[in-house]
């Protein structure tokens, strides 16, 4: 990986810095390839640095959502979060490169309560690039800047300061506009015809509620999701982990994309992350928990401690690691 030195001015909430070893202990999911867009395959030298920002970071379309998912240079997008993640106002952009993902600009945002303009640059020119280290709350959006120079191709935004990052993918297109030449025509003269004014009663109609509804609430579940491929079985029903995009076959791919695209209800607990990163003993209150159901075969569960938080459903998944 190049040499990039970024200056980060420590103000405000402290957050972890980004790319911290892998804890040890046991294994963990493999990380996220280049994902559902299609990777690029070239013989030109690799745009940026080579490498990911942060190898841990995952797709994660149930924390962060990009609107538009394709933009072209020099546009802005705005980035939401369904569950008002904690992050911070600095973002990668990085492109995908083959079974992973390069590197090619820092990103700044700006957001309700921070109202610096966002800001990008290339990583071959970020030296002295600083990021403010502080901490940012609630459903955004936060407005992030695709830069003038990023190349057509897909690619992802990734946080760089939040304490787990968590990715997006996003199409950068060709913004050349097109120029077209108008033919000579010829004018057509036209009878105008005369109508007679229809009356019409308008109709009232309720609306229809198209996200999927909360059935079932549960607390004090005993579980403890140790190291991700663990099952939790209550009453007569046993639910499976999602993990992270890159499914271990087209089966859970097909299960997560169904996961990713319903619109569900609010869940009334919400946790800091997801399966505990090692097998290790449950701290007070994360072998115990909140179990919310949704009519579509969806569950989250919440440990008391608010330390755990992982999303399950109940088609049977075979997970290619053990504990």
């Avoid at 920002?53 to 997008?77: C, F, H, K, M």
């Avoid at 990023?150 to 120029?179: K, L, M, Q, S």
């Avoid at 607990?269 to 928990?289: I, L, N, Q």
Wanted: glycine share 8%; net charge negative.
């Amino acid at each position: 990986m190049r040499p990039l030195s970024v200056v980060v001015a420590l103000v405000g909430i402290t957050l972890a810095a980004c790319g911290d070893p892998a804890p040890s202990g046991g294994p963990v999911p493999p990380a996220s390839p280049a994902g559902s867009l299609v990777p690029v395959t070239t013989t030109e030298p690799v745009p940026g640095t080579g490498e990911p920002y942060d190898p841990a970071a995952r797709l994660r379309p149930e924390l962060v959502t990009i609107s538009p998912e394709r933009a072209a240079p020099g546009d802005r997008v705005e980035l939401g979060y369904p569950q008002q993640t904690e992050r911070g106002v600095a973002f990668v952009l990085e492109r995908a490169i083959g079974e992973t993902w390069s590197t090619t600009h820092l990103l700044t945002s700006s957001t309700d309560g921070y109202d610096s303009q966002p800001s990008s640059v290339s990583v071959d020119a970020a030296e002295g690039y600083a990021w403010e280290d502080i901490g940012i709350a609630g459903p955004g959006p936060d407005h992030l800047l695709i830069p003038d120079d990023a190349t057509p191709g897909p690619y992802r935004i990734c946080t760089a300061n939040a304490r787990e990052n968590f990715c997006a993918e996003i199409d950068v297109i060709d913004g050349t506009p097109v120029t077209t030449t108008s033919e000579s025509t010829t004018p057509v003269t036209t009878t105008p015809v005369t109508t007679t004014p229809v009356t019409t009663t308008p109709v009232t109609t309720t609306p229809v509620s198209t996200t999927v509804p909360v059935v079932a609430v549960h607390e004090e579940v005993s579980f403890y999701p140790a190291c991700g491929n663990e099952t939790l079985t209550f009453e007569g029903r046993t639910w499976y982990q999602l993990n992270h995009l890159d499914g271990y076959d087209e089966d859970y791919a097909t299960i997560y994309q169904e996961f990713a695209d319903a619109e569900r209800d609010p869940s009334p607990v919400v946790g800091t992350r997801g399966f505990a990163p090692a097998v290790v003993e449950p701290g007070p209150g994360d072998d115990v928990g909140t179990l919310v159901i949704w009519a579509d075969g969806v569950a989250r569960w919440v440990s008391n401690s608010g330390d755990l938080d992982v999303w399950m459903v109940d088609d049977e998944i075979t997970y290619d690691w053990v504990c």
